[in-house]
């Protein structure tokens, strides 16, 4: 009997490995040039685009499964905005996206309490949360997609918005 087991553990061990190994892996990451951290639930990639007439956008992606995205955004504006200047600023950076707004609130971030707003929207074919951060003239977007509002409102979904961490 004990053969018997034994022969199954070796059979078994690599089959529990090659499943382990499917499983997303949760990476800290940190931006030096976007001064920020977070923790994404797989290994993050980061690209930069500059649109014609546009500023310098950089996102860092992590996509755990199709249909799902992990994204920290950042890119700063001309000029510094006032902390008056704050709430409005980032409602009309929100407005862009087109979809039913199912909740926004506004949230401190941060030690320094920097002005944000958390929100979640319904698209026609997927939902998203963004945490969007005004520090100075710099504005930063933490987004979870997914197909359902689950995705975007699940655990998963909050410890990624609240690892996020602006550095300096």
Do not use: W
Not at 24 to 34: D, H, I, L, Q, R
Not at 84 to 108: F, N, P, Q, R, Y
Not at 135 to 152: F, H, M, N
Request: aromatic content about 8%; overall charge positive.
């Amino acid at each position: 009997m004990f053969r018997s087991l034994a022969a199954l553990c070796l059979v078994a061990a690599p089959l529990l490995t090659a499943f382990a190994a499917d499983e997303p892996v949760a990476t800290e990451f940190v931006s030096k040039e976007g001064k920020f951290k977070a923790t994404f639930p797989t290994k993050p990639e980061t690209t930069e685009a500059k649109p014609k007439g546009g500023f310098a956008v950089t996102t860092t992606t992590a996509i755990p499964k199709p249909g799902q995205v992990f994204t920290v955004t950042y890119f700063d504006l001309p000029i510094d905005i006032p902390a008056d200047k704050a709430k409005e600023t980032l409602v009309a950076l929100a407005g862009g996206i087109k979809g039913k707004t199912l909740s926004d609130k506004e949230v401190a971030v941060g030690k320094d309490k920097l002005p944000g707003r958390d929100a979640v929207y319904e698209l026609p074919n997927a939902h998203i949360r963004q945490l969007m951060i005004l520090d100075g003239k710099r504005i930063y977007q933490v987004i979870v997609g997914g197909p359902t509002k689950e995705d975007v409102t699940s655990k998963a979904a909050d410890k990624f918005v609240d690892s996020f961490q602006v550095t300096k």
